[in-house]
């Protein structure tokens, strides 16, 4: 290898690196996006940030995730969403125990 060739390579490593590091970054970001209001999957499931429906919540739900103590908190039914941890939604199931 020569060395332009040789420093070519670098260059085009360190660039893939950086690439993959800001991949990394923003897919989490879209990982801890809060779900909107006016999402289409939240308008279809009737999701809301808060619970109107006695004793259900999304801190209650079987599809809820994360840690319980979060505002925010991930849900199988939105994926790379959040829920808010008082909301609810069509797909509100009780927590089993
Ligand atoms: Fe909340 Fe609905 Fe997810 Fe249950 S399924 S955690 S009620 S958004």
Known sequence: ?????????LKLSAC???????????LRAVAEEQLKLDDPLAVAMKYVHKSTVDGATCG???HIKGDAAAEWRPCNIFPAKLVNNNGWCAAWMKMPG
């Open 1 to 9: 290898m020569s060395k332009l060739d040789r420093r070519n390579f």
């Open 60 to 62: 209650n739900c079987a």
């Open 16 to 26: 893939s690196l950086v690439g993959i590091t800001m991949g990394g970054i923003s």
